[in-house]
């Protein structure tokens, strides 16, 4: 099987996704040799580094497609437009797995996720709730509920499995989302 994996959320070491997403893909692919990988990842100021997966060298098993796109312009084509199916980027999957922040369209691959929490629907107002553009800094800071609940909606729609890091989750993906229990699973963050 070929399994992609959005490994993108790395780049902002020390947040409690990147920590989750580092251990979890880090210990996968140590010791899954059954499987080949495609670990895709974009950021448009950050380079990816093996040493984040807790690794010195890739598995033979293993390819990193990177990309320098902005994470704002994936959500724009990904959760807003929701355009360019992932395998325009990484290739033929069988499954791809996504993380936080964007929701790609797929064209023939099974699809997954990490819900880490519903944040954006419970408090939104303690989240960034507006749209700051910094053109001297080349900075475009999206409103993250909005992005969020973009994302959300295509996973309702799309997504074959979700992965909740706790029981709490997955209750409020039923709840709020109205996930049928069948699609969430529980994978509590192992660090």
Same mark, same amino acid.
């Given at each position: 099987m070929i399994i992609g994996i959005d490994i993108s959320q790395v780049a902002y070491s020390g @947040? %409690?996704?990147s920590n989750y997403l580092k251990s979890l893909v880090g210990n996968l692919i140590k010791t899954d040799t059954e499987n080949n990988y495609i670990l895709f990842f974009s950021s448009f100021r950050?380079? =990816?580094?093996?040493s984040d997966l807790g690794l010195n060298t890739l598995p033979k098993n293993v390819k990193v &497609?990177?990309?320098?796109?902005? +994470?704002t312009f994936l959500g724009l084509v990904w959760n807003k437009l929701h355009?360019? +199916? #992932?395998?325009? =980027? *990484? %290739? &033929? *999957? !069988?499954? =791809?797995?996504?993380? !936080?922040?964007? /929701?790609? +369209?797929?064209?023939h691959a099974r699809k997954a996720t990490f819900l880490y929490d519903l944040l954006v629907y419970k408090y939104p107002q303690e989240m960034h709730n507006k749209t700051e553009v910094n053109p001297l800094k080349l900075l475009i800071s999206p409103n993250i *509920?909005?992005?969020?609940?973009?994302?959300? /909606?295509? *996973?309702?729609? /799309? @997504? !074959?499995? #979700? =992965?909740?890091?706790?029981?709490? @989750?997955?209750? !409020?993906? &039923?709840? #709020?989302? /109205?996930?049928?229990?069948?699609k969430l699973k529980v994978a509590y963050p192992g660090f």
């Open positions: @947040t %409690g996704v950050n380079k =990816f580094n093996i &497609k990177e990309f320098k796109i902005p +994470p355009i360019f +199916p #992932i395998e325009n =980027f *990484v %290739g &033929k *999957v !069988d499954l =791809f797995i996504t993380s !936080d922040w964007t /929701e790609p +369209p797929a064209k *509920v909005s992005m969020q609940k973009r994302k959300l /909606e295509w *996973v309702k729609r /799309e @997504t !074959d499995l #979700i =992965f909740c890091i706790s029981k709490a @989750t997955l209750i !409020d993906a &039923k709840n #709020i989302l /109205e996930i049928n229990e069948s």
